[in-house]
């Protein structure tokens, strides 16, 4: 196995460690048992737990998608806000398209790094969702500008970011085997309610979501089954 290749197998052990025990609480022992390697070969190739918590922040980071480039390709209008708040409501609730982590691993990473010292989440926020943010922010001025949402009292970037949050608290309240809330509606139908709660919540007029938001084009166009 070459250098890089035992850094990703050592990433990818670790994954499930720190998502289930948090970094504070994961020893270097475990990790290595875990990547079925010794401590000092663990050491050769991350002088510690902050190298390899690094080196997973990287490892999130480095994939680029299809429907991501599809999306880039879009003008900024109301119908591209549509797409990208259908798409982050996606990946957040449904974990689809899927990404390099596992969705509740990646979700548990994040609730722990909120619960410790806030590094990882924070990374992952600046290096992964502020462009995300800019690009929201883009296509909601296009959608006031041409009538079909009003501008209200929400702070610049703020619209993507509650956005996410809401997304992010579905896909926490469903980490228990048994869900904390009864949102009683199928998963894809919860996602198809937050994404109309969120456009309704950027100022988005009733007729601009009734003639942008159909979630079965919507599907089609992201190759969902």
């Given at each position: 196995?070459?250098?890089?290749?035992?850094?990703?197998?050592?990433?990818?052990?670790a994954?499930?460690l720190f998502?289930?025990?948090?970094?504070?609480?994961?020893?270097?022992?475990?990790?290595?048992?875990?990547a079925?390697?010794?401590?000092?070969?663990?050491?050769?190739?991350?002088?510690?737990?902050?190298?390899?918590?690094?080196?997973?922040?990287?490892?999130?980071?480095?994939?680029?998608?299809?429907?991501?480039?599809k999306?880039?390709?879009?003008?900024?209008?109301?119908?591209?806000?549509?797409?990208?708040?259908?798409?982050l409501?996606?990946?957040?609730?449904?974990?689809?398209?899927?990404?390099?982590?596992?969705?509740e691993t990646?979700?548990?990473?994040?609730?722990?790094?909120l619960?410790?010292?806030?590094?990882f989440?924070?990374?992952?926020?600046?290096n992964?969702?502020?462009?995300?943010?800019?690009?929201?922010?883009?296509?909601?001025?296009?959608?006031?500008?041409?009538?079909?949402?009003?501008?209200?009292?929400i702070s610049?970037?703020?619209h993507?970011?509650?956005?996410?949050?809401?997304?992010?608290?579905?896909?926490?309240?469903?980490?228990?085997?048994?869900?904390?809330?009864?949102?009683?509606v199928?998963?894809?139908e919860?996602?198809n309610?937050?994404?109309?709660?969120?456009?309704?919540?950027?100022?988005?007029?009733?007729?601009?979501?009734?003639t942008?938001?159909?979630?079965?084009?919507?599907?089609?166009f992201?190759g969902?089954?």
């Open positions: 196995m070459s250098a890089e290749d035992r850094k990703r197998a050592i990433v990818k052990a994954l499930p998502a289930r025990k948090g970094f504070a609480a994961t020893t270097t022992r475990e990790l290595a048992r875990a079925g390697v010794s401590e000092p070969l663990l050491y050769k190739h991350f002088p510690g737990k902050e190298a390899l918590y690094g080196e997973i922040h990287n490892f999130s980071c480095r994939e680029s998608s299809p429907v991501v480039e999306l880039r390709g879009l003008e900024a209008s109301t119908s591209t806000l549509v797409h990208l708040i259908y798409y409501t996606s990946v957040i609730v449904l974990g689809r398209p899927a990404g390099a982590i596992p969705p990646y979700h548990r990473l994040m609730v722990n790094s619960l410790e010292d806030g590094v989440a924070r990374l992952l926020y600046r992964r969702f502020d462009c995300f943010c800019a690009r929201m922010e883009a296509c909601l001025k296009a959608a006031i500008a041409a009538g079909d949402a009003v501008k209200g009292p610049r970037g703020n993507a970011r509650f956005a996410h949050h809401v997304a992010a608290w579905l896909a926490s309240a469903h980490l228990p085997r048994r869900p904390v809330i009864d949102y009683g199928s998963r894809e919860l996602r309610q937050a994404v109309w709660f969120a456009l309704r919540g950027m100022g988005l007029t009733d007729k601009a979501i009734a942008y938001y159909n979630p079965k084009a919507l599907a089609l992201f969902e089954n």
